[in-house]
């Protein structure tokens, strides 16, 4: 983004600067509305897989269906770099990257934007413990511990090739979501059932 100018952005797209600059007042302007892009693939990515183990749920218990709905969409934090890299980057600029790449008031403009994404997960926690599967502790402190533990831990997936499978993303990923479900109150047959039943919706989608 540093080196981002918007001469530059408008000479690559063949277009006047003046024109670019008719929709965009800024180059950080143009950020903003590529992260909220962003954004809504994430949020379209979400509601699909919930539906999907939602579906493949119907019959089993309600503790097992509240946790499956947990793992499936915190699962997509970690996913979203290899089944979105773009996408993926972008939100990653905005939620972890040391320096700030927005002003306050775009950070506001983006963290209102993300506030949706972060209210399924949200409800998917406190639903989680109106069932008693997970504790009463705010559910909203649970999302972010949650969204930045697999979040950094996404950043790790650089070094799989040198890892045996035990530490690779992946499998640190779920072992990551059960060891904090169950430090919230989930009960170990309870997490091992909603992982088999988010491989089986998946394993159906694929199919």
């Given amino acids: 983004l540093e080196a981002l100018t918007i001469p530059r952005l408008a000479k690559h797209m063949q277009a006047s600067v003046g024109g670019l600059y008719r929709y965009f007042p800024s180059k950080e ?7 909220k892009r ?3 693939r994430f949020q379209d990515l979400q509601r699909r897989e919930m539906k999907r183990v939602a579906e493949e749920a119907e019959g089993a218990p309600p503790h097992v269906q509240a946790i499956g709905q947990i793992v499936v969409i915190f699962s997509l934090v970690v996913e979203l770099a290899q089944r ?8 990653d600029a905005f939620l972890s990257a040391p320096a700030p790449t927005l002003s306050d008031e775009q950070a506001l403009d983006i963290n ?10 949200c409800g998917a926690l406190e639903h989680a413990s109106e069932l008693g599967a997970l504790d009463e502790s705010d559910a909203m402190v649970k999302t972010h511990l949650l969204w930045a533990s697999l979040h950094g831990l996404s950043h790790f997936r650089k070094r799989d090739r040198i890892q045996p499978s035990t530490l690779k993303v992946d499998a640190l990923s779920g072992t990551l979501l059960e060891t904090l479900m169950r430090g919230w109150g989930a009960q170990s047959d309870v997490v091992e059932e909603a992982f088999r039943l988010v491989e ?3 394993a159906c989608a694929s199919g």
């Fill in 29 to 35: 302007a143009i950020f903003v509305a590529l992260q």
């Fill in 38 to 40: 962003a954004i809504d």
């Fill in 84 to 91: 979105a890299p773009i996408e993926h980057a972008l939100l």
């Fill in 112 to 121: 209102a934007y993300l506030s949706p994404v972060l209210d399924i997960c």
């Fill in 200 to 202: 089986r919706a998946r």
